[in-house]
Nanobody, 116 residues
Framework: QVQLVESGGGLVQPGGSLRLSCAAS????????MGWYRQAPGQQRELVAR???????QYADSVKGRFTIATDNAKNTVYLQMDSLKPKDTAVYYC??????????WGQGTQVTVSS
């Protein structure tokens, strides 16, 4: 019973930037992990980045140095700043959280298209 509302997706040219936001609401007890996954056509869903409650961050090798994950804990919001975007970044991006009570929740997904 945790709702995730995503925003910020869209169409950008190679080399451009986008900032994704995901706001969590509902029966939040204690969020342990907030992260972003993506799924391209014909591909498996893959982890892009995640941040743990202690502050540690993990990034996929393919986005390291280009993407940055951050949180605003007071707003229960996680962000994904995406810079130097490449066509291979084109995918549906999904927000995910793990709450210690309700466990995993997923957003509806937002399309990111990088094309000239």
């Amino acid at each position: 019973q945790v709702q995730l509302v995503e925003s910020g997706g869209g169409l950008v040219q190679p080399g451009g930037s986008l900032r994704l936001s995901c706001a969590a609401s509902g029966s939040i007890f204690s969020i342990a992990i907030m992260g972003w996954y993506r799924q391209a056509p014909g591909q498996q869903r893959e982890l892009v980045a995640r941040i743990f409650s202690g502050g540690a961050k993990q990034y996929a090798d393919s986005v390291k140095g280009r993407f940055t994950i951050a949180t605003d804990n007071a707003k229960n919001t996680v962000y994904l700043q995406m810079d130097s975007l490449k066509p291979k970044d084109t995918a549906v991006y999904y927000c995910n959280i793990y709450d210690r009570n309700t466990r995993y929740s997923w957003g509806q997904g937002t399309q990111v298209t990088v094309s000239s």
